[in-house]
Structure formats: structure tokens, C-alpha cells
């Protein structure tokens, strides 16, 4: 269980720096040709690492018809992923779309949860509404904070400015 837990939280870092190095790509060279770069690379890592730990299944002519037809599926999902986080990542902080996803995902997981099992755990949907409110006020409070910062225009540096305001708040 423990591992797990290190596993999940590891994911979530991956998934943070994932999103915020596609974003920087998606306004390089565009949303749609960033996210084609971003899977030739996914591509080419998958490859390598089932070539480097010797997955025969990959070779085996007999796995690919064994593949069900919804599982291919899970590719356009992670494009129109990547695709949304470009689009959202530049116009947030890194903080609140992190939080905003986390609230997408609990909703989703509800309602999976809820279509698997036939129908909603109370506990689970009063623990999501109450992350939900916490969520909320979160990206309310971050998004305030964000307020009294003025980025430079220089796209070189990453600096901030806090104003006289917003050292008040700190």
C-alpha cells in the first residue's frame, strides 16, 4: 500500500511537469502540433522501455486482436487531454489548474464509480463536496494572490513583481 501511495504521488508530479512542458511546446509551435510532438515522444519512450525490459508482448502477434476496442480509446482521451491542459495552462497558475483538475477528477471518479457500482457512496459524495468547497476556496484565494503580481514582459526571465499591495497581504 505504501508503494502505491509513493507511486500515485510520484504520478502526480510526472503529470504536473508533463502538463506545464506541453503547454510551453503548445505555444512554440500550436496546440495541435505540440500534442502530435508530445505523443511521437510518449511513442518513442514506450517503445524503448518495452524494448529495454524485454516485453515479448509487444511482439507477439497474438496480443494486439486480444486488445478490446474500447482500450483504443484511451489514446484520444489522453489527446484531447493534452490538448485542453495547453489551452487552460497558460491562463492559470500551475497551483489552481492542478487543484481545478483534482476537482474534474473526483467528479469523474464519482460518476464512475457511481456507473460501476449502481449508484453514489454517500461518504465519498459528501468527502468530494467537501474537498470541492476547500478546492474552491483555494483557487478563489490563489487567484487573488495572482492578482497583485505583475509578470514582466521579458518572456526570458521568470520574475514577479509583488506591489505595495500585495506585500500587505503577505
Known amino acids: 500500500m505504501i508503494e502505491a501511495i509513493v507511486l500515485a504521488l510520484f504520478s502526480g508530479v510526472a503529470r504536473t511537469v508533463s502538463r506545464l512542458l506541453n503547454a510551453r511546446l503548445a505555444q512554440s509551435i500550436g496546440v495541435l502540433p505540440g500534442t502530435l510532438v508530445n ?24 496480443a494486439w486482436p486480444a486488445v478490446p476496442a474500447w482500450a483504443w480509446f484511451g489514446g484520444a482521451v489522453g489527446v484531447l487531454f493534452v490538448i485542453l491542459c495547453n489551452r487552460a495552462t497558460p491562463h492559470l497558475s500551475a497551483f489552481a489548474m492542478t487543484l481545478l483538475m483534482f476537482g474534474g477528477q473526483m467528479v469523474a471518479g464519482l460518476l464512475l464509480d457511481a456507473w460501476q457500482h449502481g449508484g453514489f457512496d454517500a461518504v ?29 514582459e521579458d518572456k526570458s526571465l521568470i520574475s514577479h513583481q509583488i506591489s505595495d499591495e500585495g506585500k500587505r497581504l503577505l
Open 39 to 62: 505523443y511521437l515522444g510518449g511513442l518513442a519512450t514506450a517503445t524503448l522501455a518495452c524494448l529495454t525490459l524485454r516485453d515479448a508482448s509487444l511482439w507477439s502477434a497474438a
Open 124 to 152: 465519498r459524495v459528501v468527502g468530494a463536496l467537501l474537498a470541492g468547497v476547500g478546492l474552491a476556496g483555494t483557487v478563489k484565494l490563489d487567484r487573488g494572490a495572482r492578482s497583485h503580481l505583475s509578470i514582466t
